[in-house]
């Protein structure tokens, strides 16, 4: 598989690294902190990650997929079992995938919708009242007793042990008078925290001027709540500005802790809450890209899979010699036969056809051993036993009537030899116009009777073993002429043309002739060894044509025409080296 | 990817990123020196967005920062940065006592305000903010302040603000307002 010029071997590395490098990020998302925040924070980056790998294999896949349908489509061997096979573990790894996504969607959204279940707000909200109720009573002693501390200042006279005396007796923390200047006119504090102990801003002032009092529960750094009172001071004025009391009293410490432990959750609650919805988009997203990621992965693994299925059934039709048969470019299969049914037919064709040969071979061997013998013994006969005329005549003629059946059957013996032997192919470019016409030339001499034709095709050289198309040549003019013998106007017309199919060229060479035509009963079988209608026919010529045929990667097909009959031949212009004596 | 797509992914991500963002306009400054130290005295159009006061009494701290930035103004040279400052306030509902709590983080002063006009109130008017010593001044020359201002919702990440896409302005980037330190 290649994609943006990559050699498989590199896309293989490249998607390793990935599945590598989307495994560590989400192991790293899986061990990171719970804290959603924390989670978002990291999340981001991982997600990128995931997200680039899941980018990067995307067009990767789709570039399979493409290839894969166009395989399919061109119905190029092996991409119908290939296709058949990425689907099958596509969906085996689809369905499940989806089903598992939707319902961890489910039970994520339900997890995540317990964080603003109704109950757990309401009980939050109560803590929160009565924590406040437990306060309000405080600020409002706390309120009672600065107005009555601010009626007893009259004057800056003594001001400072007044506000110390009155400070201790009311149990407050710090006393302070301001003017509306904000200007520190007297102070009287316990030990106290800097931050706690500050001006009255000018809004608080405003207020004060505004509804006669302001009061606030303030929080302090160390996490303790203050009550704040700010007051005017009725009865006391300098250089007629009005001036104002301040009081800080301090909160139960037990109460602080635990006003601040139900305030820190329901805040923490009610940020959950306010995110609640991204949080669920980005789980979503998050789980969505994983599966995604899991999914291409899945789908690029089943056709890496199927690829290393395929390819040894593919290197077994290869043996079998079928798989660059140009009928399988030139004609579709039918739709019902796939890669393992073409398989099955090539390996029982081979079968078939190795059992013929070893059939061959064994008949030549067994039949040739005793000819000789019979041969010599029957001249030896004819030498010696000369005696009458009469008695020589009858031993002549019968001792030739086994000499020539020996001959018969060493012609026999020669022909099952041909069949067997298969003999490695010495490819040339050869012109198959010219190699034809020499062929004609030779066989009309022979038989003037006969019109011989060609019709010569636009063709390039094409690589063959010219000795062997010699031979196709010679046994497929053989048969016309003897199929022509009671014919009247005999006529041999052979036709090449140039043919295409996919990037492949190929050469079509079809011999016509108006012959008695194939017997209906040997059509269909025409290529297998002992079948014949010719008289005293050794039914071995169109199996051994059909042989050198398959071992030119070529395809020979016979039909009868309207009168007489044709043998189509196609053979590949180029021959794959590799392929070569197999 | 093809470059339509990759336009149209380009715009979709800016706007999902813009989308949480607001933008306000207008405010002012001056400054003025006391003791020895140049003060200023800002004013800002300083509004909740209805999407911040939801999340600050959801319980989400909104963080207010304002960065200064005393510059030397030089003719016909590019400007020079005498000094940087932040000034920072975390707004935050407190459930307990419900009121704003609004603390400044560079000196922890804390102020608690009852409602969020008191909060707009009190941050659209924020005075007293120290700037620079004099003493690290040349009298004779001119400088300004540049100041910015945001609004960010604090604990939120910026992932999680994309994926709100549906609601607006949860952070605010206020106008840069610029004026003299000398006048």
């Known amino acids: 598989m290649d994609a943006f010029g990559l050699k498989a071997l590199n896309i293989r590395r490249l998607v390793s690294a990935l599945i590598f490098l989307s495994v560590v990020s989400l192991a790293a998302l899986l061990f990171s902190d719970d804290d959603p ?9 991982l997600l990128a990650i ?15 997929v493409k290839k894969l349908f166009f395989d399919y489509k061109q119905k190029k061997l092996g991409a119908k079992l290939r296709f058949r096979l990425a689907l099958a573990f596509s969906g085996l790894a689809l369905i499940p995938a989806i089903v598992i996504f939707f319902f961890a969607i489910n039970f994520m959204n339900k997890g995540i919708s317990v964080w603003s279940d109704a109950d757990v707000e309401k009980g939050l909200s109560d803590a929160l009242m009565l924590g406040r109720s437990a306060l309000d009573e405080r600020i409002q002693d706390g309120l009672f007793a600065t107005s009555n501390i601010s009626i007893q200042l009259k004057g800056m006279e003594n001001i400072a042990q007044t506000l110390e005396k009155q400070r201790k007796e009311n149990n407050a923390l710090q006393l302070s008078l301001i003017d509306s200047d904000l200007r520190l006119l007297a102070n009287s504090s316990s030990q106290l925290d800097r931050s706690s102990s500050r001006i009255p801003t000018s809004f608080e002032i405003n207020q004060v001027a505004l509804k006669q009092s302001w009061t606030s529960l303030d929080s302090t750094a160390d996490d303790q709540y203050l009550i704040r009172v700010l007051v005017p001071a009725v009865n006391f004025s300098l250089n007629e500005k009005p001036i104002y009391l301040q009081a800080l009293y301090s909160v139960d410490p037990k109460l602080s802790m635990m006003a601040y432990s139900v305030e820190e959750t329901y805040a923490r609650y009610g940020m959950l809450s306010f995110m609640k919805t991204p949080i669920q988009y980005s789980y979503a997203l998050t789980l969505g890209i994983v599966v995604l990621l899991a999914l291409l992965l899945a789908i690029y693994g089943s056709f890496e ?27 579709s299969t039918s739709d019902g036969e796939d890669e393992i049914s073409i398989l099955v037919n090539s390996f029982m064709a081979a079968q078939k056809e190795a059992a013929w040969s070893d059939v061959a071979k064994r008949m030549a061997h067994e039949i040739n051993n005793p000819l000789t013998p019979i041969q010599l013994s029957a001249e030896r006969i004819q030498k010696r036993f000369s005696a009458s005329a009469e008695e020589k005549e009858f031993i002549d003629s019968s001792t030739r009537t086994i000499i020539n059946q020996v001959d018969v059957l060493r012609d026999l013996v020669s022909a099952f030899s041909n069949f067997a032997e298969r003999e490695k192919l010495n490819f040339k470019k050869t012109d198959i116009n010219n190699l034809i016409d020499e062929t004609i030339q030779l066989f009309s001499i022979q038989h003037k009777n006969i019109s011989f034709g060609l019709n010569r095709g636009g063709l390039d050289l094409i690589e063959v073993d010219s000795n062997k198309i010699q031979q196709v040549l010679n046994n497929l003019l053989l048969n ?27 050469c079509e060479v079809t011999l016509s002739d108006n012959g008695q035509g194939f017997g209906e009963d040997i059509i269909g079988n025409a290529f297998e060894p002992y079948q014949t209608s010719k ?22 097909s016979i039909e009868n025409s309207n009168r007489g009959a044709s043998i189509k031949i196609i053979l590949p212009t180029k021959q794959n080296k590799s392929k070569e004596g197999i | 990817m093809s470059k339509k797509l990759q336009y149209s992914a380009t715009i979709v991500l800016i706007l999902l990123l813009s989308g949480t963002q607001g933008f306000a306009k207008g405010g002012g400054g001056k400054s003025y020196v006391r003791d020895g130290v140049y003060y200023s005295d800002i004013q800002l159009p300083f509004r909740l967005e209805q999407q911040q006061i939801e999340a600050l009494d959801s319980g989400v701290t909104l963080s207010f920062q304002l960065d200064f930035s005393i510059v030397d103004v030089r003719s016909w040279r590019i400007d020079r940065d005498i000094g940087t400052l932040s000034q920072a306030y975390s707004i935050r509902l407190n459930a307990f006592t419900g009121r704003y709590s609004i603390t400044n983080l560079n000196i922890g002063t804390k102020f608690a305000l009852s409602s969020t006009q008191e909060v707009e109130s009190f941050l659209s008017e ?20 540049i100041m910015q201002a945001s609004i960010t919702a604090e604990g939120i990440s910026q992932w999680i603000k994309t994926l709100s896409f549906w609601r607006q302005n949860l952070d605010t980037e206020f106008e840069t307002i610029e004026w003299m330190l000398l006048d």
């Open chain 1, 535 to 556: 008289k005293g026919g050794k039914g071995l010529g169109l199996a051994i044509v059909k042989s050198i045929i398959d071992e030119h990667k070529g395809e020979i």
């Open chain 1, 305 to 331: 899979f199927a690829d290393r299925l395929v390819k040894p059934i593919e290197a077994l039709e290869k043996q079998t010699d079928k798989k660059s048969s140009p009928e399988k470019k030139l004609s």
């Open chain 1, 50 to 64: 995931n997200l680039a790998s899941f980018l990067v294999l995307l067009p990767i896949v789709a570039l399979s």
């Open chain 1, 37 to 45: 925040s924390e989670l978002n924070r990291i999340q981001v980056s």
């Open chain 1, 480 to 506: 016309s002429i003897d199929a022509c013998q009671d014919t009247k106007n005999p006529k041999i017309t052979i036709e090449t043309e140039p043919k295409k199919a996919d990037s492949a060229t190929f």
């Open chain 2, 126 to 145: 924020i005075k007293n903010i120290p700037l620079v010593d004099d003493s690290i001044l040349d009298i004779e020359r001119n400088y300004s302040v």
